[in-house]
């Protein structure tokens, strides 16, 4: 004869679930497959055969017989002593003596179980708390849709067919192709039992520390806070390491897992500089240092000689108040050593100017909380770890005219560096540029990082003799092949440049640490990214001293539209080069759709060359961040 006491203790776990959902005003009862859709019986099945399935995803029961019998938590809610209570109870017994000897039968649908038999042995082992159950799966595979649960879906498909992996699942599309670039492993490559063992190891093991974390469900999906910890930490080790160890890196993880989850915020323009309040405003900072990362010396770099007069700006406009430090490393391994040298001899804000070093930016700001962590990039989906970067493109526009304008056989070169996200921007707002005053030009393309790029003659053959290339040539360089330029006879006369003047961004910033009110500027709810352009003078186009007066004109009065925000140019009927229309006549691009933009113009002869075309140099930026990856960010994933 059974005992009750755990059947009891179950029915109580089955009771408070059950008032839960009625107060909710949901279904108290577990789900019944056949209720979800009358489409089910008609749709194709699969014998997937005998597997283990996590338990977790075991959601409902096949018919709704036996529905009345469980709470939504599949625990009972029948009467004690009830011929069901009694069978339940001598189950349980019989498990934990001897375990569970027969597999249940369920179907598989939308990547959640229904049980067809042996809802009781479910019951049971989730009242245990079992991770795992074997059971014999027939598939129920539904029709394809644009809705964003079904396409979550058939990217798992995808993923559960190539890997067999089931125990891991996302709530975003790109997140399975990420989880294959931080393992290592190839997409449609079938994963041996190894790699599947040391995913399972880790996944479990941190999928336990971060319920103990948050004491029960986090505030993120399991897998996508797994995403999170991974990325922060890498996946090598994962697969060794102790409980202890994987808790105390998720411990600092915990805003992002609070936050992360939420859009990334954009902040298009400086923000009013305000107090942080009386509390503030008595404990804040009389002087601020604040640390420059350079990826190379500014001398060998146009990129970083930008952002050092910007620092060297800073230091005039702040003055005493303001004391600057400089790390420069060519090496991305020594990156986070770097930054804490700089935080060690006490600066408390980081600039780290180059996307390389996101992820050491990530691991030193999760480190040492005390300090403002900012990444000169884009698209940088972190909470602790602010993202910035500049509208380079507002520039592009502006010199594609002035290449439209002058060109004499409407064809104008232009020499990109690398191609990540950013990039088709700036070479589609030149082109849109060129094409405004003059309807016949074609921009031809060419990459400075490809390996067959010929920095001679890059557009040999092709009667080019307008070229915009990189924004300015290094102080080691005496190179004038840099921002617009024309070249006949081998003479390169330069026309106009793009100025970025960082200390516009880098000054507000600043100041609103010293005001205290850094903290209080960002989303609050999620990531923050700052994307500022000619509407808060961050930009601007020098022309040269011979231009035209009359096209000088016509350039200043379409940036002062530009810095108006009178002026979009991403607006109106756009066509790719594929035919594709991607904004209509009367629509404008957002500017997540402009920050993911993964497509070049119609009247852009070129295209975007794959990581093995590059030169090794160029590599590791690209797999990071590469038009061409993947893994690539959803437009949808930001809230502008």
């Known amino acids: 004869m059974p005992t009750f006491e755990d059947y009891i203790r179950a029915r ?36 997937l055969g005998l597997m283990e399935i996590p338990l977790l995803r075991v959601s409902g029961t096949a018919t709704k017989g036996r529905m ?6 599949f625990m009972p809610i029948l009467e004690p002593r009830s011929e069901f209570a009694s069978k339940w109870s001598s189950l349980y017994e019989s498990v934990i003596e001897n375990g569970l000897r027969d597999p249940v039968t369920v179907y598989e649908y939308m990547n959640q179980y229904y049980v067809v038999e042996g809802n009781k042995r479910v019951s049971v082992m989730k009242y245990l708390d079992a991770m795992f159950i074997e059971a014999e799966v027939t598939r129920i595979i539904p029709k394809r849709t644009d809705d964003p649960a079904n396409r979550l879906y058939f990217r798992y498909l ?20 990420k989880l294959y670039e931080l393992t290592g492993l190839q997409p449609g490559a079938r994963w041996n039992d190894e790699d599947i063992d040391d995913l399972r190891a880790s996944y479990m093991r941190f999928r336990t520390e971060y319920k103990r974390l948050f004491g029960g469900a ?26 202890a160890k994987i808790l105390e890196e998720i411990r600092p993880l915990k805003g992002e897992f609070e936050h992360g989850d939420g859009a990334v915020g954009l902040v298009m323009d400086p923000v009013a500089q305000k107090s942080g309040g009386i509390l503030t405003a008595l404990f804040r900072p009389a002087k601020v240092k604040a640390a420059f990362l350079y990826h190379r010396s500014p001398r060998a770099s146009g990129w970083n000689y930008w952002h050092d007069l910007g620092r060297v700006n800073d230091e005039n406009a702040l003055g005493e108040k303001l004391e600057s430090a400089v ?3 060519d090496d991305p391994a020594r990156f986070e050593e770097e930054m804490e040298r700089l935080i060690a001899e006490g600066s408390r804000v980081l600039f780290a100017t180059s996307p390389l070093m996101l992820q050491a930016a990530i691991r030193v700001s999760l480190a040492h909380p005390e300090v403002k962590v900012l990444n000169c990039s884009l698209l940088a989906p972190y909470y602790h770890v602010r993202s910035y970067y500049l509208r380079l493109y507002e520039a592009k526009f502006l010199i594609g005219m002035i290449a439209g304008a002058l060109t004499e056989n409407d064809r104008i070169g232009y020499i990109a560096d690398y191609p990540i996200f950013g990039t088709p921007s700036s070479i589609n707002a030149f082109a849109l540029g060129a094409r405004m005053v003059n309807p016949r030009a074609v921009v031809e393309l060419e990459w400075s990082t490809r390996l067959d790029f010929d920095p001679e003659a890059p557009f040999r053959g092709r009667d080019v003799r307008l070229i915009s290339n990189r924004d300015i040539s290094a102080p080691k360089y005496t190179s004038k092949e840099y921002g617009l330029y024309s070249v006949k006879d081998g003479e390169v006369r330069n026309l106009a440049i793009p100025l970025l003047d960082w200390a516009k961004f880098y000054v507000p910033i600043l100041k609103s640490v010293l005001s205290g ?48 925000g009178q002026f979009w ?16 006549a009367d ?48 437009a949808a994933a930001f809230r502008w």
Request: glycine share 8%.
């Open 569 to 584: 140019p991403f607006e109106g009927l756009l066509r790719s080069q594929d035919g594709q229309e991607r904004c209509a």
């Open 12 to 47: 109580r776990l089955g009771l408070k679930a059950f008032q839960a959902c009625m107060d909710k005003g949901e279904s108290p009862y577990v789900p019944a497959l056949d209720e979800l859709s009358e489409e089910i019986s008609a749709l194709p099945k699969r014998q």
């Open 218 to 243: 986090g505030p993120m999906p399991t897998a996508d806070a797994f995403i999170v910890w991974l990325s922060v930490y890498g996946y090598q080790d994962a697969p060794g390491k102790l409980p």
């Open 587 to 634: 629509s404008q691009l957002s500017p997540a759709q402009i920050l993911t933009m993964d497509w070049l113009l119609d009247n852009v002869r070129g295209d975007f060359p794959r990581t093995e075309e590059l030169r090794e140099s160029a590599r590791p930026m690209v797999e990071m961040q590469g038009v061409l990856a993947k893994s690539k960010p959803d």
């Open 68 to 73: 009345n019998a469980f709470a939504a938590n």
């Open 517 to 564: 009110a850094f903290d209080s500027e960002g989303s609050g709810t999620g990531p923050t990214d700052y994307w500022w352009g000619m509407s808060a003078d961050a930009l601007d186009v020098i022309l040269s001293t011979h231009f035209d007066p009359y096209l000088a004109r016509l350039i200043h009065d379409a940036q002062a539209q530009l810095q108006s």
């Open 158 to 177: 995808e993923f559960n067919q190539a890997t067999g992996i089931n125990f891991i699942w996302f709530s975003r599309e790109d997140s399975y192709q």
């Open 327 to 329: 790390g420069v490393v």
